[in-house]
């Protein structure tokens, strides 16, 4: 008997939520179900299913946000030729992180990009991260947690020896780690499709 996993028409299905113009503000996604078959990407709709096929795809981007106190979740913004984009993301229905649905993402994202790479070099461009406006603003705000929510702390701590000032200081420290690792993993980028970074995915 054939192993389905190795065929590329078979169907594979990702219980996660998508969405067309990922610039737009949602409260709440509704629309869950991702799909590789046949050379075409599937997708769920408030009218059904949606597809377009991958040769139409020009472009793959991913990036990783953190929700403070809750970790980190995955997106994948796939650009097809004259469409709106699709975002495909490994986070709950009202944007939180969701390990349930990390090995679904990464497992989306590998077969996407084993599909993808087989195109012709320079077919698709594959970047990550954030804006280089947008490091930017995480570096400032990165240097001002560092004061608010460290610096200060500690500050205190001298002056009045209270010791709910080191707690408040180690409570700090966390939240701007998380801070600095999300900036480091949204660093702007291209990439390789046959070599996904390890930090872009859960």
């Given at each position: 008997m054939q192993d389905a996993s190795k065929d590329v028409t078979a169907r594979r299905d990702y219980s996660l939520f998508v969405r067309r113009n990922p610039g737009e503000l949602a409260l709440k996604l509704s629309?869950?179900?991702?799909?590789?078959?046949?050379?075409?990407?599937?997708?769920?709709?408030e009218a059904g299913e949606d597809s377009r096929p991958l040769a139409d795809v020009s472009a793959v981007h991913l990036s990783v946000a953190h929700i403070a106190r809750h970790g980190d979740f995955?997106?994948?913004?796939?650009?097809?030729?004259?469409?709106?984009?699709?975002q495909v993301v490994g986070s709950s229905a009202f944007g939180f992180p969701d390990e349930e649905r990390d090995p679904a993402y990464a497992a989306f994202v590998r077969d996407l990009h084993?599909?993808?790479?087989?195109?012709p070099t320079g077919a698709v461009r594959f970047s990550a991260g954030v804006s280089d406006g947008r490091l930017q603003v995480?570096?400032?705000?990165?240097?001002i947690a560092g004061l608010f929510f460290v610096a200060l702390p500690l500050v205190l701590l001298l002056l009045i020896g209270e010791l709910i000032m080191?707690?408040?200081?180690?409570?700090g420290g966390l939240f701007v780690t998380g801070?600095?690792?999300?900036?480091?993993?949204?660093?702007?980028r291209g990439y390789d499709p046959c070599h996904i970074p390890a930090e872009l995915l859960p």
């Open positions: 629309d869950e179900g991702v799909a590789i078959a046949g050379g075409c990407l599937l997708w769920v709709t995955g997106s994948c913004i796939i650009h097809f030729g004259g469409a709106a984009p699709l084993e599909q993808l790479a087989t195109r995480m570096q400032v705000m990165l240097v080191l707690a408040a200081a180690t409570a801070i600095y690792a999300s900036m480091q993993k949204n660093r702007p």
